[in-house]
Nanobody, 120 residues
Framework: QVQLVESGGGLVQPGGNLRLSCAAS????????MDWYRQAPGKQRELVAG???????FYADSVKGRFTISRDNAKNTAYLQMNSLKPEDTAVYLC??????????????WGQGTQVTVSS
C-alpha cells in the first residue's frame, strides 16, 4: 500500500511564493507520473502540472512561467514551487501519483490535499 502525504500549503499574499511537497511511503513500487491538481470551491478539479519519470513536464496555461514541478526519485517526492501567486490560485492542491507495483499492476494514489489561500 502506498500513502501520499502533502505539506507546504498556507496563506500567502498576492505575489508571494509557496512550495508544496508530496511524499510517497511504502515499498516495492516505482512511480511513473507525478501530478498536481487543484480544486477551488464550486469549480472542477483541474490538472495544474505533471512530471514523468524521465523528467518531461506539463503545465496548465494558467500557471506557465509561475509554477515549477520537480521530483526527487530517491525520496519518492514531488514538489510544486509556486511563485507570483494570484488570488485565483486559491484552491485545495492535491498530488496524484501513478504507481507501478512489484507485480507490474498500475494504481493511482491521491494525497489528502493541502489548502493554498492567496489573499491580502
Amino acid at each position: 500500500q502506498v500513502q501520499l502525504v502533502e505539506s507546504g500549503g498556507g496563506l500567502v499574499q498576492p505575489g508571494g511564493n509557496l512550495r508544496l511537497s508530496c511524499a510517497a511511503s511504502g515499498s516495492s513500487f516505482k512511480i511513473s507520473n507525478m501530478d498536481w491538481y487543484r480544486q477551488a470551491p464550486g469549480k472542477q478539479r483541474e490538472l495544474v502540472a505533471g512530471i514523468l519519470s524521465v523528467g518531461s513536464t506539463f503545465y496548465a496555461d494558467s500557471v506557465k512561467g509561475r509554477f515549477t514541478i520537480s521530483r526527487d526519485n530517491a525520496k519518492n517526492t514531488a514538489y510544486l514551487q509556486m511563485n507570483s501567486l494570484k488570488p485565483e490560485d486559491t484552491a485545495v492542491y492535491l498530488c496524484r501519483f501513478r504507481v507501478v507495483g512489484i507485480d507490474q499492476r498500475i494504481n493511482i494514489y491521491w494525497g489528502q490535499g493541502t489548502q493554498v489561500t492567496v489573499s491580502s
